[in-house]
């Protein structure tokens, strides 16, 4: 048995409760996960209220929040590859599987098994975060040099983006809210604040023939004023609003395979990027971290540890 926080139908917040539930067994293409760390991401409470219902409408009640996790393997499913009892991983859940809890499954093809030197916290926000920040930069294989205006700078991904483009040798701008200025011009981009007034008029200023391309985080009417910011009609991506699309622009391509996780940690072992982790909490307050990434300015990424 172990601790989880889930919900036994979709809702707010207040359908959330803890609740004991036993180890769930693995299926042949799972691994069974002693959850160290859980990275916390939008996704969790859009789930949780029934805007994803394409991927966890047909699941059982209950389900547990959380998509992402570090921890180590108690048992492995027959038909995975590469992972042993013991292991320290990190990787993607099964829905509704869920990583606010103890112990986790985690589907074998997207777990990747993690260097010693990398802290569990660290490796949870390596799935969500780091691969699609990485996934993002691929596709748009941009040359170094190249001007990029990244929407929401400051959160999980923006952040990750941040130093990886700097690493790529790109010219990133990006926009957040006041109190982010110095976690993003600590990555040595140029720091806009979207609360001031004409932002779209602020940022034309600092590229005036466009940028090479612009990557969103935010969505809604923020994506439709950073869209008209691209040097070329189309060299857009958002890794949230679907929206995107209407604008000639493309959703982020995600791949959540081993071999990107692996990347991932990589990058992080080797020092060209730091999660920017500004706040971590046990288990038991795992709904105060969500309901601070649910008002949308979480200060950098928020992770559960487990040994708190
Ligand atoms: N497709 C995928 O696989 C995938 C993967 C990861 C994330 N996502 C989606 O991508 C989005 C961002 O994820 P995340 O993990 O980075 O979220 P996050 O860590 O919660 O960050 C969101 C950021 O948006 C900023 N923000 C809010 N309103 C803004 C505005 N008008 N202009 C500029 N910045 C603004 C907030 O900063 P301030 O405090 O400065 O306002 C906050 O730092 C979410 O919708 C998430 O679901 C999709």
Do not use: C
């Not at 920040?133 to 983006?161: E, F, R, T, W």
């Not at 700097?166 to 809210?177: I, K």
């Not at 140029?190 to 612009?214: M, N, S």
């Amino acid at each position: 048995m172990g601790k989880a926080l889930g919900y036994k139908e979709f809702g707010g917040a207040d359908v959330q409760e803890f609740f004991e539930r036993p180890d769930p067994a693995p299926g042949p293409t799972e691994v069974l996960v002693r959850v160290a760390a859980a990275g916390v991401n939008p996704l969790d409470h859009k789930l949780r209220s029934g805007h994803g219902t394409a991927l966890n409408g047909h699941l059982p009640f209950p389900q547990v929040l959380g998509m992402e996790a570090a921890g180590t393997v108690l048992s492995v499913g027959d038909e995975v590859t590469g992972l042993s009892v013991g292991d320290r991983v990190t990787g993607f859940a099964l829905t509704g599987a869920g990583t606010y809890a103890e112990t986790t499954l985690l589907l074998g093809e997207s777990t990747a098994r993690i260097p010693d030197a990398l802290p569990e916290t660290w490796a949870a926000t390596i799935p969500v975060a780091g691969t699609t920040a990485l996934d993002v930069l691929d596709q748009l294989d941009l040359p170094s040099g190249a001007s990029l205006l990244v929407n929401g700078i400051g959160g999980g991904v923006g952040s990750a983006l941040a130093q990886l483009a700097r690493d790529r040798g790109l010219v990133v701008t990006g926009t957040a809210g006041p109190a982010k200025r110095d976690l993003v011009t600590a990555t040595g981009a140029t720091f806009v604040d979207y609360t001031e007034g004409d932002l779209a008029r602020r940022l034309r200023a600092l590229a005036p023939d466009g940028f090479a391309a612009v990557v969103d985080n935010v969505g809604g009417e923020s994506l439709r004023t950073v869209a008209t910011l691209a040097a070329k009609q189309g060299a857009v991506i958002s890794v949230g609003d679907p929206a995107v699309t209407e604008l000639g622009g493309e959703m982020v391509l995600r791949r959540v395979d081993r071999a990107n996780l692996e990347r991932v940690a990589e990058l992080m072992t080797t020092g060209r990027l730091d999660p920017h982790i500004t706040r971590t909490y046990p288990l038991a307050r795992a709904d105060e971290a969500l309901a601070l990434v649910e008002s949308g300015h979480a200060p950098g990424k928020l992770v559960l540890d487990l040994s708190l």
